[in-house]
């Protein structure tokens, strides 16, 4: 709990010229809506610096900077520091860099676990070890609730485990995975964890450091900012990786993992972020003083309280009616979910509902969201998948009223 204070949501969602009352946006997981301060941080790099950065003259100058500004929020985010962290277009491709790196790490015959939970994004890249050698094993769900257990993992580690990959959060199901918990098993057993907090990281403030996690990928565009994403890793680890860029790109690990370099724009125009937290923490709180990572815990901590408000009555819903079937904790005790509901509704189809839903005024959709080994797994797959509706700190009360009332009239 966040002590007496509660979200302003209103002064949050002016932030947000996408969204107004007529409709309701609950495809949150998909990727957030950006506030006017990225928009800005966008436009004013590309209008006034759109050069290359990092040399004397003043608009190259500055350019880095900004680029700067941009690296650090997203580091922050995840109480990382900005020399650790590596920024990329998406998630998917920071996994692919990173297993190409991490492959001359390992012998043949050395073990990988995966999970039948994860998006393909920390699935398809560890799964093709398997051609070059490696030993792949699944960590699989309940096949009826979602949930991984980590005594299952337990019983696949041996001497040969090299590399656990896990989800902090199903993209599906809503689950939250004890992180923590999970590396400090893997790390007794002599191996390392990589961990997608693509689902987590919008809800939950994130500490790398306490999590003592080797890796860890998450996506700015699903955090309220433009469309890159970061993959973090423990400075001793980042020093070791192979270079994946150039030959002649030596030494900064941050350039040797991003071929190509990161996207300037979107890079510089992720500091929007932070000027959108900052606003917000100034108006929620207004004690100036305290340092990023507090900030962003006790902003995150609201997040959290309002998401469990909101979540109450529709798992509240979900759960009572007997057609439909909820994945993943029925709760909204936010220690156990993050505000992700996927659900089905017995004997019907899920494009079909999605679709009368959208056109109701839910922005929301149906299918697999790449999780695809998830949606086989929960046997979903012959009613088109789930229909998900995802939920972050600008939706309200009426956002899940409107999806209750809908989802009463439609199944
Ligand atoms: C849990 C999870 N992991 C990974 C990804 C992939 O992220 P990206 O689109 O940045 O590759 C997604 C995207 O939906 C996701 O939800």
Known sequence: MSGNVTLDV???????PALNPSWSFLENAGGT?????????????????????????DASRIAAERMDEGREIMAAIINAKADEIVIGPSTTNNVYVLANALRPWFADGDEVIVTNVDHEANNGAWRRYADAGLAVREWRMDPETGELNIDDL????????????????????????????????????????CVDGVAFTPHRAVDVKELDVDFYLYSIYKVFGP????????????????????????????????????????????AGVGDYFNALYDHQFGDEAADTHTKLSRLFGLFADHEARLSAPLVDFLSARSNLRLFGPVSADMDKRA??????????????????????????????????RCIDGLGVRPQNGVIRASLVHYNTPADVDRLIKCLDEEV
């Open 10 to 16: 209103d002064f949050a969602r002016s932030f947000f």
């Open 33 to 57: 809506l950006v506030p006017t301060t990225v928009v800005n941080r966008v436009a004013s790099y590309m209008t006034e610096t759109q050069v290359q950065p990092g040399t004397n003259f």
């Open 154 to 193: 337990q019983a696949l580690l041996t001497d040969r485990t090299r590399l656990v990959c896990f989800t902090a959060c199903s993209n599906i199901t809503g689950s939250i995975n004890d992180v923590a918990a999970i590396a400090k098993l893997v790390h007794d057993a002599g191996a390392l964890v």
């Open 227 to 270: 469309h890159a994403a970061i993959l973090y890793g423990k400075p001793e680890h980042l020093a070791r990786l192979e270079n994946q860029n150039h030959y002649f790109v030596e030494g900064n690990p941050f350039l040797m993992l991003s071929p190509g370099g990161p996207n300037h724009e979107l890079t510089a125009g992720a």
């Open 339 to 372: 505000a992700v509901f996927s659900f089905v509704a017995e004997g019907r189809d899920s494009a079909e509902i999605a679709e009368r839903l959208q056109q109701k005024g839910a922005g929301l959709r149906s299918g697999d969201f790449y999780a695809a």
